[in-house]
């Protein structure tokens, strides 16, 4: 694997340090660690946690009925199914 170019490190951790994204990670964060308590996921089993109505478009961060475990290859893949939220016309 290729190694990233200092100029895209840079750009990956101004990205990151912007306030907005850093709350995103935070609540996904928070999200995973509750699924991990409640026994609904496990560390290293290959799933992620979802907000069923996106943080995006206004979801609940913390609302356990907006949230659900879910594979990491579904989790990716709804985005093809939502091109309106997140197609070619979000830019």
Avoid: C
Wanted: hydrophobic share 30%.
């Amino acid at each position: 694997m290729p190694k990233s170019s200092p100029a895209k490190l840079a750009f990956q951790k101004a990205y990151n340090a912007k306030p907005e994204n850093v709350n995103k990670r935070e609540a996904n964060n928070r999200a995973r660690q509750a699924a991990i308590r409640s026994g609904k996921a496990k560390v290293g089993d290959n799933t992620q946690v979802d907000h069923i109505v996106p943080l995006d478009v206004g979801g609940a961060t913390d609302a356990k009925s907006n949230l659900r475990v879910i594979s990491r290859k579904e989790n990716a893949a709804w985005r093809g199914r939502q091109p309106k939220m997140y197609g070619d016309n979000k830019k």
